[in-house]
Nanobody, 123 residues
Framework: QVLLVESGGGLVQAGGSLRLSCAASGRTFSSVFMGWFRQAPGKEREFVAAMAWSSGRTYYADSVKGRFTISRDNAKNTVYLQMNSLEPEDTATYYC????????????????WGQGTQVTVSS
């Protein structure tokens, strides 16, 4: 069992920044990838960014490359998503997930999810 708790969402103006945190506890050593996904109203959940837990290799959706950065603090078992140059299109509920699968970008391979944190970007 892996427990994930997100924090850091909020309301920000376009062009602003936010940093999301995902604190992991439990059997975190069983996870291959830690990732961030988001879901806007009326839309499907989509991949945002992920990190391979052992190697630190990172993966990004094209829509956030150059604006978002995923990082981790091993001592705190925490993954971060630094979001810069936010756009109204980034408005969504952001979820942290843990996967023991083969593909970092495939949501169906993520077994554990946090409760989500809302990010709202005003124009």
């Amino acid at each position: 069992q892996v427990l994930l708790v997100e924090s850091g969402g909020g309301l920000v103006q376009a062009g602003g920044s936010l940093r999301l945190s995902c604190a992991a506890s439990g059997r975190t050593f069983s996870s291959v990838f830690m990732g961030w996904f988001r879901q806007a109203p009326g839309k499907e959940r989509e991949f945002v960014a992920a990190m391979a837990w052992s190697s630190g290799r990172t993966y990004y959706a094209d829509s956030v490359k150059g604006r978002f950065t995923i990082s981790r603090d091993n001592a705190k078992n925490t993954v971060y998503l630094q979001m810069n140059s936010l756009e109204p299109e980034d408005t969504a509920t952001y979820y942290c997930g843990a996967s023991s699968g083969l593909r970092a970008t495939r949501g169906s391979e993520y077994r554990y999810w946090g409760q989500g944190t809302q990010v709202t970007v005003s124009s």
